[in-house]
């Protein structure tokens, strides 16, 4: 019997009381974590301090009495940060098959060698950094390498910042050509901060629908050119995890009537090493570094989104950024006066450098036939899960794909079982949900990408498991589905009441 039979089973044969009541509030060795302010015994510290005597008060009276910490001993602070821990499903834990945001191994290799430059100040002077500066400029050489753009800005903190830098170049392009364009296309299948971007930058944004292939319709973007037109925001691979195979006629009609192409490089992973975006007539694209060479996506960082710019947007590239000098020194460029064309700071300063040599360790440690595979072994994976469920579930559009795989809603047809019902049933047999609803070109989207970390055994459990709960939807298990998940530390969560009456705040007593 299924795994997840036997629990679900177990879960119905169990008194209801035993599911709900023990003293502790623990069940098995799964620990009910209290918030640590709940925990709170104020005579304990984790350390002894002899008390502190200050000759004078050298914060001008801005002293508090209290903070309201919690007094918790060493071992009860390490418990609960351990505990917290162990609840948080991650790429080290198992396949985590987020669509559109890529989840993959970070070689530890490329944890090692970020912590030699832990202790590097932004404010040292140039001639101590010298080492750091020069992996800043390596791994700009391998990105226009990449790119086949001559000019890259390091500074952008993320993927959406990228954007916003990427557009502030191509609006600081155009005022300095003497016109005022308005208008941005952005086609429906492109990640959702783009229209965002754009309309931050003062554009105004026009959608471009898709086509019944997943791709831009090429008449209806057409329809909408015109002198207004300051550039498109294309995302490529889209989001449905698909290549626009009309990108460069897109391209060359974009710069016929003297607009930009900015492309969304978020989904670079799928075609590193295959296609050098140049080549595709692209002006400036944002490449998420944590997506594409190294740390897994999400969780709040860190990011880094450095931007290509070709020759025409290379002026306006962000300050600070760093040049070789004629003696073959690295130097920092930080001055207005020294670029004046520059649209100044988005950042403080050079960048996250951590992710710098992350990113760096990862291609030096992959070489360039080895990032080629990384894109061939990530679209072969979302390829493998396609063949494999493409009968099980509904396709969204015909393939072959991509590095994600999208699937619809229309195999729980007649089920009365929503998309979501089955995603959270996905977490009762261990695995994250895939991104659901998204994008939003398709109905209950269920966008799959397995990124080129997983072997074939994980691939196949992870079909396996989508098998298995597509058959027990189709024999009338709805309440199952209602229900799930089962072993988690919470159930389902009340999700409308969640995201509308939002707790951020412990006040004591409440």
């Known amino acids: 019997m299924p795994k997840s039979q036997t ?15 023990t003293y502790t509030g623990n069940h098995g060795l799964a620990i009910e974590e209290l ?3 709940e925990q709170d015994t104020p005579s304990l510290t984790g350390v002894d301090w002899p008390d502190v005597t200050l000759t004078e008060n050298r914060f001008g009276g801005l002293v508090r009495n209290s903070i309201g910490l919690p007094g918790l001993s060493e071992p009860e602070v390490v418990r609960h940060y351990t505990r917290l821990s162990q609840k948080n499903y991650s790429i080290d834990t198992g396949l985590y098959p987020l669509g559109s945001c890529t989840m993959k191994h970070n070689p530890r290799l490329n944890e090692k060698v970020a912590r030699y430059f832990g202790d590097v100040h932004p404010l040292q002077p140039i001639s101590s950094v010298q080492g750091a500066l020069e992996i800043i400029h390596q791994l700009s050489g391998w990105l226009m390498e990449l790119t086949g753009l001559p000019a890259v800005a390091m500074t952008p903190a993320a993927g959406a910042h990228g ?3 990427g557009m502030m170049t191509i609006k600081a392009a155009l005022e300095a050509r003497g016109e005022k364009r308005s208008l941005v296309l952005v086609p429906e299948s492109a990640h959702g901060t783009n229209p965002a971007t754009a309309a931050a930058c003062g554009f105004k944004v026009q959608t471009i629908k898709a086509n019944n292939r997943g791709r831009v319709d090429l008449e209806a973007f057409k329809a909408a050119l015109s002198p207004d037109v300051a550039a498109i925001m294309l995302t490529n691979p889209s989001t ?9 006629e897109i391209s060359r009609a974009i710069h016929d009537i ?3 192409f900015y492309c969304d490089g978020a989904n670079f992973n799928a075609i590193l090493g295959k296609v050098r975006p140049v080549d595709l007539g692209i002006d400036c694209m944002h490449i998420n570094l944590h997506k594409t060479f190294s740390t897994p996506h999400g969780g709040g960082g860190p990011g880094s989104g450095p931007v ?19 003696k073959g020194q690295l130097t920092l460029v930080e001055q207005e006066h020294d670029a004046p064309q520059s649209i100044g700071r988005l950042k403080a300063f050079h960048g996250q450098m951590g992710m710098f040599v992350r990113a760096l360790a990862y291609m030096m440690s992959h070489g360039a036939d080895g990032l080629r595979q990384v894109a061939e072994d990530a679209v072969l994976n979302a390829n493998y899960i396609l063949s494999q469920l493409k009968n099980d579930l509904t396709l969204s559009f015909e393939g072959p794909c991509m590095h994600e795989v999208l699937f619809d809603e229309r195999f729980l047809k007649g089920t009365d079982i929503t998309t979501l019902d089955f995603t959270k049933a996905l977490i009762e047999e261990g695995f994250h949900p895939m991104t659901m609803y998204f994008p939003l070109v398709v109905n209950g989207a269920l966008l799959i990408e397995p990124t080129e970390c997983e072997s074939k055994a994980s691939l196949d459990l992870f079909i396996g498991t989508l098998k298995h709960l597509t058959q027990l939807a189709k024999n009338g298990e709805k309440a199952y589905f209602e229900g799930a998940p089962y072993s988690t530390p919470r159930r389902r969560l009340d999700e409308t009441l969640a ?12």
């Open 7 to 21: 629990l679900h089973s177990l879960n119905q044969d169990l008194p209801q009381s035993q599911l709900k009541h």
């Open 35 to 37: 918030l640590i302010f």
């Open 163 to 165: 954007e916003l830098c």
């Open 240 to 248: 449905c995890g698909l290549f626009e195979s009309d990108i460069v």
């Open 258 to 260: 003297g607009a930009f």
């Open 308 to 326: 290509v710019l070709s020759e025409a947007l290379a002026p306006f590239a962000p300050l600070p950024f760093v040049v070789k000098n004629a």
């Open 499 to 510: 995201a509308r009456q939002h707790v951020l705040r412990w006040i004591k007593g409440e």
